[in-house]
């Protein structure tokens, strides 16, 4: 009993600290791919960036999975719908591993390619051909892109300004100006990348993000400044008459966002703009003078 107590006592640290270790190493290869609903397409093959919107620990990682090609382009003037199993197949052909890989967005990609798309020598290649180019099994996915590139000469793309993460920032934390930073980014760039620290700083993590990770729309949100069933204050503006009054809030809401309020007694609920801390704007276009004197009366009874 003793031995089998004491075997217990040295396998414990040892089995905590292969946890983290596997936590940590999760954590720092996770990817997350926000599939987009529509695609308009130039080129002659479908590539993973094309059809989502990607984030990854890493730039390296990111521009790899980035520029992993999928499946030929539809022939011009078609539409081709492609599915999350079938990228998950697709993916694992090339050789990625899905572990650590989480899919959002929409459940199907629709390709589309344009009528007047002009055929050039990599275009008028036959799809069968492309695809076996883009896929070819040679251990390398760095291999199978150049056997797509393989023929043709592409300009290299000119540097751009995107916002990368410095230091973690936890979620539902609030990014400050020193988690965030300016970097050059020579790759294809996501659609809703942030090219502006105005766009990031002052926003709400949606999730844990950690450094190194270029910052796209979906990663942040405003921060709310109203939440339900709080009292507020309520501006009317119209000509050189402002009128306040105070009304419930019936949704959060963040900085520019339009939500329902209803006034103290209940009898009217009207839709108003978040300007502020517990502070929303009625913009009163073309209202009568007794209309605001009715709302005037209104604020002196609730007060």
């Known amino acids: 009993m003793t031995t089998t107590h004491t075997y217990r006592r040295q396998l414990t640290p040892l089995l905590i600290a292969l946890i983290i270790l596997l936590s940590w190493s999760q954590a720092s290869t996770a990817v997350e791919i926000v599939l987009r609903q529509q695609v308009t397409l130039q080129g002659p093959v479908v590539r993973l960036g094309d059809v989502a919107d990607l984030s990854a620990s890493t730039d390296s990682q990111l521009q790899d999975l980035i520029a992993t090609p999928l499946m030929p382009a539809p022939a011009p003037g078609t539409r081709r719908y492609l599915r999350i199993a079938q990228i998950r197949d697709l993916l694992a052909a090339s050789g990625i ?3 650590g890989i989480t899919f959002h967005g929409t459940t199907q990609v629709a390709i589309q390619v344009p009528k007047n798309r002009s055929p050039g020598a990599a275009s008028q290649r036959k799809p069968a051909q492309a695809l076996m180019d883009g896929l070819q099994p ?4 760095l291999a199978a892109r150049q056997q797509v590139a393989r023929g043709r000469t592409k300009p290299p793309e000119p540097k751009q300004s995107v916002v990368v993460l410095a230091r973690t920032v936890e979620r539902g934390m609030l990014v400050r ?6 970097r050059d980014w020579a790759g294809r ?4 990348a942030l090219r502006s620290l105005d766009r990031a700083v002052g926003m709400v993590a949606r999730q844990t993000l950690r450094p190194g990770v270029l910052l796209l729309e979906n990663h942040l949100e405003a921060p709310r400044l109203v939440e339900r069933g709080e009292t507020v204050t309520v501006f009317a503006r119209t000509g050189g008459i402002q ?6 809030a ?6 520019g966002d339009l ?3 209803e006034t103290a007694d209940r009898r009217e609920r009207f839709m108003a ?6 502070e929303l704007d009625v913009f009163a276009t073309g209202a009568t003078v007794a209309e605001h004197t009715t709302l005037h009366s209104d604020r002196r009874r609730l007060r």
């Open 97 to 99: 591993s899905l572990a």
């Open 138 to 141: 040679t251990g390398s996915r």
């Open 177 to 182: 100006a020193v988690d965030v930073e300016v």
């Open 189 to 192: 760039l996501p659609l809703r």
């Open 243 to 248: 009128v306040r009054t105070h009304a419930v």
């Open 250 to 255: 019936k949704q959060d809401g963040g900085l």
């Open 259 to 261: 939500i329902q309020v």
């Open 273 to 278: 703009r978040v300007t502020g801390l517990r």
